[in-house]
């Protein structure tokens, strides 16, 4: 096994899932590495199999045209262009149970997974006011929603921390 290319926005993809141990071949490389990306890929192309070596170096992405994340939360209008593209195009994408967004602040964001129980009760105001204004929704709709979640019980939570604030950021669906 190889160590794993390190990603800038998805900073543990073993942990949340994305990535997992494997001895199947990379149809981009044709190698062997040790891990493959279990995540969803956008392309025209049927792909299977790809390694994280080949999503983090832009290989899989120039000879597939993939992607691997479906949308980025474009209210901050002021997000770079070179951090989109990594994100779209050289980082692992995240499962969810409808389309993942990746949810940005402070122009920035970190995916750090499904977020546990203790995440969400231990929510700063700004994190649930955050949430509110991001989903047009009140403290009631928090506390019946996010406050209530439970992992694996029909509702997905997410959690993103902004790069520069810290602030922690949550993400949500429903099947």
């Known amino acids: 096994m190889s160590t794993l290319p ?9 942990a949340t899932g994305a990535i997992e141990p494997s001895e199947l071949a990379c149809e981009c490389c044709g190698q062997s590495r040790g891990f493959v990306y ?3 890929t956008y392309s025209v192309h049927e792909v299977e199999t790809i ?13 597939f045209d993939a992607e691997f994340s479906d949308d980025i939360d474009d209210s901050d ?3 770079a262009p070179h951090i989109i593209d990594e994100i779209l195009h050289r980082t ?7 389309s993942e967004t990746w949810l940005t602040h402070c122009n920035d964001v970190w995916f750090h997974g499904d977020a546990s129980i203790e995440d969400v009760s231990n929510a700063s105001e700004a994190s649930k006011e955050w949430w509110m204004a991001k989903n047009r929704e009140s403290k009631l709709d928090w506390d019946s929603c996010i406050g209530e979640y439970e992992p694996d019980c029909g ?8 790069r520069h604030c810290g602030l922690v950021l949550f993400g949500w669906d429903a099947c």
């Open 6 to 14: 390190t990603f800038t926005y998805h900073p543990d993809p073993i």
């Open 38 to 40: 279990v995540g969803s």
């Open 51 to 63: 390694c994280p070596w080949c999503i983090a170096d832009g290989s899989a992405h120039a000879k």
């Open 77 to 79: 209008a002021d997000i």
């Open 92 to 98: 692992p994408g995240y499962e969810c149970w409808q």
């Open 155 to 162: 509702m997905g939570v997410y959690k993103f921390v902004c």
